[in-house]
């Protein structure tokens, strides 16, 4: 293919050659395996013919290469989430009180809990769900945490009403599910959706 | 994070429990792709799970075609997903999700490429020298044999780029955000994969 291919100026990693004609050669490259038909310069032009050619002569090959089915094997994601569960953030934990002494719980499962009663909302899915434990003067943690939320919600949805309802549901969750009881609930719409989408 | 309605505050006491009719249960793979990396940036391994099935495949494709070798494609994929799971935090949204996995898996790629031993023989003469016999056998399967060894001939830095753009169909923007080279270099790697391709397989036209 006749092009100024390893003139000094471009190096090893430069931008894409020009052809002898002028023509930005990865362009004319791009046009022929997209399927345009050449214009009339590149008609003319044993340069950009020839460019044509290798781009179209090695297009069927890729295309059948690109559209082969490659798929890991079922159990390779089995072993990776294997290890992720092993790396689950272990001192990520919340405190709850009890009788017998304080009982420590996993925050992202607890996250996981809240959001759940969210999804099963009609109309809404939890997004982000961040719980903290505020630490009190005495510098130990207190009982009561702070719910954050985010949510999405389908477009039409009375927010207000549907806003008002998660915060009851975030606080029955937090007692009855959790056992940790909820001081306050903000709770963000951050995002609509339609109907039929997620 | 622009914020529809924001609602705030204290909590009054806990309502009777009436539940609102509950919906089937949502499940987590019909979640939509910004919540699930929300969650697992959080912490939640489901939603990473959903997350890394949904994009194993294309991943999975990548690394064959990178390293020419499905048993080390699968390990360097499975590596890569443990990887982006311990630094999911770290994901900005400034590029889709799924072009921070592809980066995630191409530098695992490039880890182990650079980590092999040099290749004894030079590689381009393999792949000259199957495409110099067409006719020998089934001509559609030998010029995939073929276009497979000129691509494992090809310099590293060049693979990569050329697999993203011409296998996986993605834009020359996104393949610099991939590769951490310009846009510009991106292009002019896949012009040189292309031209030295398109040397290699001419005896198959």
Redesign the interface.
């Known amino acids: 293919m006749a092009m100024n291919a390893g003139s000094p100026a471009e190096g090893p990693d430069g931008p894409a050659p020009r052809l002898a004609c002028g023509r930005d050669a990865a362009l004319v490259w791009d046009r022929a395996a997209a399927g345009t038909p050449p214009d009339a310069h590149e008609r003319d032009c044993p340069h950009c013919n020839a460019a044509f050619a290798d781009a179209r002569g090695l297009d069927a090959v890729v295309h059948r290469m690109a559209s082969q089915d490659l798929e890991p094997p079922p159990s390779m994601m089995d072993r990776v989430m294997a290890a992720v569960r092993t790396e689950l953030r272990p001192h990520d934990l919340l405190t709850l009180s009890s009788p017998h002494g304080p009982v420590r719980l996993s925050r992202p499962a607890a996250a996981a809990v809240l959001r759940h009663v969210v999804d099963r909302m009609d109309g809404l899915r939890a997004r982000s769900c961040r719980i903290e434990q505020p630490t009190g003067a005495d510098g130990r943690a207190p009982h009561a945490a702070d719910v954050a939320i985010t949510v999405t919600a389908r477009f039409g949805v009375d927010l207000a009403s549907v806003t008002a309802r998660v915060r009851q549901m975030v606080i029955a969750a937090g007692e009855q599910a959790l056992g940790v009881p909820v001081r306050r609930v903000d709770i963000d719409v951050v995002d609509l959706f339609g109907e039929g989408t997620t | 994070?622009?914020?529809?309605?924001?609602?705030?505050?204290?909590?009054?006491p806990?309502?009777p429990?009436d539940?609102?009719?509950?919906?089937p249960?949502?499940r987590q793979a019909?979640?939509?792709e910004?919540?699930l990396v929300?969650?697992a940036q959080?912490?939640?391994?489901?939603s990473?799970?959903v997350l890394?099935?949904r994009h194993?495949?294309a991943l999975?494709?990548v690394a064959?075609?990178v390293l020419g070798d499905?048993g080390e494609?699968?390990d360097a994929?499975?590596e890569a997903?443990?990887d982006a799971?311990?630094r999911i935090g770290a994901f900005r949204a400034e590029s889709a999700f799924s072009t921070w996995m592809y980066r995630v898996v191409t530098n695992r790629c490039m880890g182990m490429l650079r980590n092999r031993r040099p290749v004894p023989v030079d590689r381009m003469d393999d792949a000259a020298a199957v495409a110099d016999s067409p006719e020998r056998t089934a001509e559609?399967d030998a010029?995939?044999v073929a276009?497979?060894q000129a691509v494992a001939g090809l310099r590293d830095?060049l693979r990569v780029c050329w697999v993203l753009r011409?296998?996986?169909?993605l834009g020359y923007t996104d393949i610099a955000h991939i590769t951490g080279?310009s846009e510009?270099?991106v292009?002019?790697?896949?012009?040189?994969a292309?031209?030295q391709?398109?040397?290699v397989?001419?005896p198959?036209?």
């Open positions: 994070m622009s914020v529809v309605a924001a609602t705030r505050g204290w909590a009054e806990p309502p429990p539940a609102p009719a509950a919906r249960e949502q019909e979640l939509d910004q919540t929300v969650r959080e912490g939640d391994a489901r990473f799970e890394a099935r194993q495949a999975y494709r064959v075609r499905p494609a699968e994929l499975q997903l443990l799971w311990r559609l010029g995939m276009l497979g830095e011409e296998l996986e169909g080279a510009d270099a292009r002019g790697r896949i012009h040189r292309r031209v391709l398109a040397e397989m001419r198959w036209r």
